[in-house]
């Protein structure tokens, strides 16, 4: 138990130091992360695909990496927007960790780019345990999937920055609960703001962007309250080596 413990640790604390040196760099470029989590088949690629249309509509220069354990259709898809996109496939692993988005950013992408989005695994468990050096990290949430999806994974949603509630346009159709979901995020993070978008009808379409470039230009964004409690989750490593990790970026 005290060798898990101490793996748990060290391979936190590793990512911690790779996320700090990496916000380090992206900042001396002028260049912001933002960090989006959801569950696979959220609508997250939808939303960022009519995202990144817009900022190249406003000529904000964007970038964006996806994040996938296979196949390249995520950003085949975002790359019909006409900026800059690359994808990484993780060969199994359930998250992206601050090191291998690092890596993938060496001489990447061309040019300035003010925002990089960071389409994390689709997963609401791993991911949230590790800081990418993101200036903004955004939870999605489709309404088909309950309004219960914050207290089931409290600690995605209880360390946001921002919500994201995706395909409004049939929330009618699928007896989505609004106000509940929107107490249950306030259970879990006092205070976050909850975001209403529907990639096809249009609606909400350049909150997002205008968010993360708030943030980006030094905005305060919010501080959730929620502290870093373990979760029993365990992550295999290219090294071969499992480690179960905390919550918390």
């Excluded at 085949?76 to 359930?94: E, M, N």
């Excluded at 200036?135 to 088909?144: I, K, P």
Aim: charged share 20%.
């Amino acid at each position: 138990m005290c060798r898990v413990v101490d793996l748990q640790q060290a391979v936190l604390a590793k990512n911690e130091q790779s996320a700090y040196t990496l916000r380090a760099e992206l900042a001396a470029r002028g260049t912001a992360v933002v960090n989006l989590l959801s569950s696979p088949g959220s609508g997250k690629t939808a939303l960022l695909e009519r995202e990144l249309v817009l900022a190249r509509e406003r000529s904000v220069p964007v970038a964006a990496l996806t994040a996938d354990l296979a196949t390249e259709n995520d950003a085949t898809r975002l790359a019909r927007s006409g900026v800059p996109v690359k994808q990484i496939l993780t060969d199994g692993l359930c998250h992206l960790e601050a090191d291998m988005l690092g890596r993938h950013l060496d001489g990447w992408p061309p040019g300035a780019a003010r925002l990089l989005f960071v389409e994390n695994v689709g997963n609401l468990v791993c991911p949230a345990s590790y800081d990418l050096g993101e200036t903004l990290r955004v939870v999605l949430a489709s309404v088909t999937e309950g309004e219960d999806k914050p207290l089931k994974y409290p600690t995605a949603f209880g360390l946001a920055h921002l919500v994201v509630v995706t395909k409004t346009d049939i929330a009618e159709a699928v007896a989505f609960d609004e106000a509940t979901f929107r107490a249950n995020v306030e259970q879990v993070n006092p205070g976050v703001e909850v975001l209403l978008t529907s990639a096809r009808a249009g609606v909400g379409v350049g909150a997002l962007l205008d968010r993360a470039l708030a943030a980006a230009d030094g905005a305060p964004v919010h501080t959730p309250v929620m502290a870093r409690r373990p979760h029993r989750h365990t992550h295999d490593h290219a090294d071969g080596t499992g480690a179960m990790a905390p919550s918390g970026s």
